[in-house]
């Protein structure tokens, strides 16, 4: 069993991957972070991007999505961002319920789970 981790797993890996299966931790949007909702979304789902990339695979391949949110009453904001990021016709399993983030600052965090 051989696992490849990407980022610096010193605490968390950005990324574990493991029998052609890539394995995203969750994502945050990075600094500055906006207050908008949509603006998070597009910084994380950029992020998600790099990382699929140095996985070896892209957003047609992803199996399944988390999306947390701190408050789901800015679902709509953030499904804007998705929808303008994600391929018609390869969308992934997905759910999104409201969480309180480790950060009040954050309030969008995305989980990814793909095929390589």
């Known amino acids: ?15 574990v ?3 052609n ?26 992020q998600i991007d790099a990382l699929l990339k140095e996985a070896g695979t892209d957003k047609t391949k992803i199996i399944k999505t988390n999306i947390w949110l701190s408050d789901i009453s800015t679902f709509q904001d953030m499904n804007k961002a998705w929808k303008e990021w994600v391929v018609k016709g390869e969308a992934p399993a997905r759910a ?8 009040p600052k954050w309030k969008v965090e995305i989980m990814m789970t793909a095929a390589i």
């Open 21 to 46: 299966i890539v394995y995203l931790a969750g994502q945050v949007a990075e600094d500055p972070v906006s207050a908008s909702v949509y603006e998070q979304t597009k910084n994380i789902l950029g």
């Open 96 to 103: 999104t319920v409201e969480a309180k983030l480790a950060d």
């Open 1 to 15: 069993m051989s696992l490849k981790r990407l980022g610096d797993p010193s605490v968390i890996a950005d990324a």
């Open 17 to 19: 991957i493991h029998n």
